[in-house]
């Protein structure tokens, strides 16, 4: 694997479900991000981590809760969503948050009924 | 706070014709500034980057673009377009100082190309 990977790419989840988004890495970076995009909106930033120390949380909702446990694999634990958290969520990395070329995955297209 | 303007959401070209996305930001100074370009079910791709130095930055599938500070733009030009370049494409900055401010990119909307043969 190379890049930024993603898993998985789809899900469909019901509000009352707890699911986890999976993102690895396999550039030797230090900082992850996770990003929400949804249609006619801007990409949002979600959160950063640095060196696996979060240090960016861009006012998301607690349903969301990311876990980075190294510097390769960042997590996104969702419990009880609403349907407007349907959405593109993408991760990215990058050498440190001081260089800011980011590096992205392919995304996972998240539904919720 | 930093804020990115693309004026147009969709844009369609001929192949073969010149091309430039426009691209405003909002920033107390020269922020980083790149250009993104997303095809359908795919992340985003780096194409270009601009840090200082030299205005005209070349990037990668043979696109451009130029930083005028005094317009507070960046504006990504291709001269030749290929049906390849069809996409989205997103310009972003982020802030050159440092502190609580870095790995923050702020993106523009998008502008949706779509490629005419």
């Known amino acids: 694997e190379t890049g930024v990977t993603q898993t998985p790419r789809h899900l469909v989840m019901g509000m009352t479900n707890k699911k986890s988004l999976k993102c690895e890495q396999h550039?030797?970076?230090?900082?992850m991000y996770w990003y929400k995009q949804s249609a006619k909106k801007p990409l949002e930033l979600m959160f950063v981590y640095n060196f696996k120390e979060q240090t960016e949380n861009n006012s998301v909702p607690s349903r969301f809760s990311p876990e980075c446990p190294n510097s390769s694999h960042l997590f996104l634990h969702l419990h009880t969503l609403q349907p407007e958290d349907s959405a593109l969520y993408l991760c990215?990395?990058?050498?440190?948050?001081?260089?800011?070329?980011?590096?992205f995955g392919p995304g996972t297209r998240l539904t919720v009924l | 706070a930093q804020s990115v303007t693309q004026p147009d959401i969709h844009i369609t070209v001929s192949e073969g014709a010149s091309l430039e996305l426009r691209c405003n930001y909002s920033y107390g100074a020269t922020p980083y500034l790149f250009w993104y370009v997303q095809s359908p079910g795919q992340g985003l791709q780096l194409l270009l980057k601009y840090f200082s130095g030299d205005t005209l930055v070349q990037g990668i599938k043979g696109f451009e673009a130029e930083f005028k500070r005094s317009q507070s733009s960046f504006n990504l030009r291709k001269p030749s377009v290929h049906w390849s370049d069809a996409a989205e494409y997103f310009c972003?900055?982020?802030?050159?100082?440092?502190?609580?401010?870095?790995?923050?990119?702020?993106f523009g909307q998008g502008t949706i190309l779509t490629v005419h043969p």
């Open positions: 990215a990395s990058s050498q440190e948050t001081r260089f800011n070329e980011q590096f």
């Open positions: 550039l030797g970076h230090n900082a």
């Open positions: 972003a900055v982020a802030p050159n100082a440092g502190g609580t401010s870095y790995g923050k990119l702020t």
